[in-house]
């Protein structure tokens, strides 16, 4: 009997440290932090369900949602809005259109050019473009349409669109800014800089070599863009190369739609080159986002992934590879379309999101941008492009190429006389020129900082 008693003790003494044990971590475990609890709410309103969910090779989880399930009919003036699955105005027929008059000038539109010769006191290149005698290797350039997750899986199942999956560690990297994830902080408005965006973010530290056209009703754009993979040096710095279709002001009423491709380690994490979108209709202020990280753009392609990697990229004196953006405007439903490649229409911004981009846009711009913080004082060393000058020309360079604007006849044609501008030519700058192969193109970008540009 006294051995089985102190058996008993002995379990109850056990059961007793258990229990206690068991308290200690329920009652004594942290509670979440705020952060926490608001990043994950934050993360339920941008992951939609998924029908099915792809790892890409770079990690990126891409989950396959309904197109009827995306942020962006959580748009206030979206709520009823019927979506659009394919444009009146067909796009494959705009492209072909644009293959036939990439020689053809608009008239008139040079004189309008130089008329602008300068603007806010700074001197513009509105030279005609020369004709370059040599184009060799320039045939060897491979159009791609493809993303990193294709390896895996070609596309989604029909019915669903492909959203790379936002995590709580993407939050985490604007700290107190986590609810503007994804948006682009306001730029502020520089005095006197009404027409031209370039100038008016200069002061932010945003750096520009790009080409222009502006003054007419310009309905669209194109280009071929040389993809790259350009070394970033702060996590809060960025190097782009997009397309701008832009009407309005930088007071408060600016509305861009922009397209292209980015390295952004504060957006995605890393320093992949990956395809973006950009839009917003009230300066930057409160309006618009990357990607599909609020409401506003329609995406309806089950193929392309916006913020997904893309593959392959150019080498220095190697394989050259570029994208081909069009984004261009329904004449009959008034939404701006954007197309990636030569098959993929992506989606559309609505008509409704937009004020000044309702009607027409005023300007259409093509190029780079960086963003310099000015590390310890000096220029930052992030590239932009490929890293070169444009002197370096083909393999080395990058460029833009096949430059149109659609007309108000919904006709690609050749944008005329292009403007090219760069805030400091000795950190990145824009060449243009002209050849019966790739109508107006220009080479652009540059090192950042290097003994001129200290």
């Known amino acids: 009997m006294g051995n089985r008693s102190y058996g008993v003790e002995v379990m109850n003494y056990v059961c007793a440290v258990k229990c206690m044990l068991w308290l200690t971590m329920v009652c004594c475990r942290p509670a979440m932090s705020i952060s926490t609890r608001a990043a994950r709410h934050y993360l339920k309103r941008l992951n939609r369900p998924a029908v099915t969910t792809i790892k890409s090779p770079d990690g990126d989880l891409i989950d396959c949602v309904l197109i009827s399930q995306q942020l962006a009919f959580d748009h206030p003036l979206l709520k009823d809005h019927k979506v659009q699955m394919r444009p009146e105005y067909d796009a494959s027929k705009l492209m072909a259109e644009g293959n036939s008059v990439v020689e053809k000038a608009s008239e008139g539109e040079g004189d309008k050019e130089r008329a602008a010769a300068s603007i806010f006191g700074r001197k513009f290149h509105t030279s005609e473009p020369e004709v370059e005698d040599s184009m060799k290797n320039k045939s060897s350039v491979k159009v791609i349409g493809h993303q990193l997750w294709h390896r895996v899986v070609p596309s989604c199942p029909e019915g669903t669109i492909p959203i790379r999956r936002t995590t709580e560690h993407d939050l985490r990297r604007r700290k107190k800014h986590m609810h503007k994830y994804g948006r682009k902080f306001h730029q502020p408005h520089v005095q006197g800089a009404a027409v031209s965006p370039a100038p008016a973010v200069e002061a932010t530290g945003h750096q520009h070599a790009i080409g222009y056209v502006q003054g007419g009703r310009y309905y669209g754009a194109k280009a071929n ?70 409401s506003g753009f329609v995406q309806v392609s089950n193929q392309i992934a916006l913020g997904a990697t893309i593959a392959p990229i150019s080498f220095y004196e190697d394989h050259q590879y570029d994208i081909t953006i069009l984004i261009w405007k329904d004449p009959k439903q008034g939404n701006w379309w954007m197309q990636f490649g030569n098959k993929y229409i992506l989606g559309y911004w609505p ?80 060449e243009s020129s002209y050849s019966s192969d790739w109508g107006s193109y220009f080479y652009y970008g540059g090192p950042g900082r290097n003994p001129s540009c200290p």
């Not at 279709?245 to 007071?251: C, K």
């Open 225 to 294: 863009i040389n993809v790259w993979n350009p070394s970033v040096q702060m996590a809060n710095e960025f190097s782009l190369s997009q397309i701008w279709v832009l009407a309005g002001t930088f007071n408060n009423d600016l509305n861009s739609i922009e397209a292209g491709w980015q390295v952004s380690p504060d957006l995605y994490g890393d320093n992949n080159t990956r395809l973006f979108i950009y839009w917003t209709s009230d300066s930057y202020h409160t309006t618009g986002c990357y990607n599909l990280l609020c």
């Open 351 to 430: 008509a409704e999101i937009f004020t000044s981009l309702s009607t027409s846009a005023g300007m259409v711009e093509w190029g780079g941008e960086v963003v310099n913080s000015g590390p310890g004082g000096v220029h930052t060393s992030t590239q932009m492009g490929s890293g070169h000058f444009p002197e370096e020309g083909f393999g080395k360079a990058s460029y833009f190429a096949h430059l149109l604007i659609v007309d108000g006849n919904n006709n690609l044609v050749s944008p005329g006389v292009v403007t090219t501008f760069a805030e400091q030519p000795s950190c990145y700058d824009v």
